[in-house]
């Protein structure tokens, strides 16, 4: 008697075989995965949190009048902040694929956009403060580095759950496929490799050197 499938049960089907032949080991299919662009664009928003982390630690132990600021470390976060960050993730990703169709239906989202344009140039100066004084031997004004923390935790927070989901419904289906291969293509040609993997690894050893890499170190204490 022969096998009766329903069309649901065949897609089901279709669908697992395609996913096994995907993930076959040796196939090298699995290799060939691109990671989505709003995906992308939140997993480099978590290496910088991180480096604004370290931020954070440099500026509490200046106020604490502390002298363990590794300020070599320091101005590596800084470097990163800028070839990752700014110059990648802002302006050749954010400012020329993702701002310009919010910027273009007005509104809030326009609005939102000026703002964000905005602070990644505030962001600049504060990246080029940050550099001159860990070159230069000085530490920083922990103030300066406590609102650059302020202002771009904010900042990417609204760009995680306001523009990117905005951006992704104000383009089709092929533009967003098209875009994902794109931020991929720019990404080897900026950095000559992977650039997500290199930045993991940049701000691994910072974190090693301001005493943040064990997470469980920094679990808060039971409240009192």
Request: charged fraction near 25%; aromatic fraction near 8%; proline fraction near 5%.
């Amino acid at each position: 008697m022969p096998l009766v499938v329903d069309r649901r049960q065949w897609i089901v089907l279709a669908g697992t075989a395609a996913l096994s032949l995907a993930a076959k080991p040796g196939s090298g299919k699995e290799d060939e995965v691109e990671v989505p662009a709003v995906e992308d664009l939140m997993r480099e928003h978590g290496v910088l949190r991180r480096a604004l982390l370290v931020y954070a630690e440099a500026a509490s132990r200046i106020s604490a009048g502390q002298k363990d600021v590794p300020l070599e470390s320091l101005g590596q976060t800084a470097a990163l902040f800028r070839s990752f960050g700014e110059d990648y993730h802002e302006r050749s990703l954010e400012q020329q694929h993702v701002f310009p169709p919010l910027a273009q239906t007005g509104g809030a989202n326009a609005s939102l956009v000026a703002t964000l344009t905005a602070q990644h140039e505030r962001g600049r100066e504060l990246t080029d403060y940050v550099s001159a004084a860990a070159k230069t031997g000085r530490f920083p004004a922990a103030d300066a580095l406590r609102l650059f923390v302020r202002m771009y935790e904010h900042h990417a927070a609204i760009e995680d759950t306001v523009v990117f989901p905005a951006w992704k419904r104000a383009i089709s289906a092929r533009q967003y496929r098209e875009l994902t291969e794109q931020f991929e293509d720019l990404e080897h040609r900026m950095f000559g490799k992977d650039g997500y993997e290199d930045a993991l690894k940049r701000i691994s050893a910072i974190e090693e050197a301001f005493g943040l890499a064990d997470l469980s170190k920094l679990t808060a204490p039971p409240p009192p």
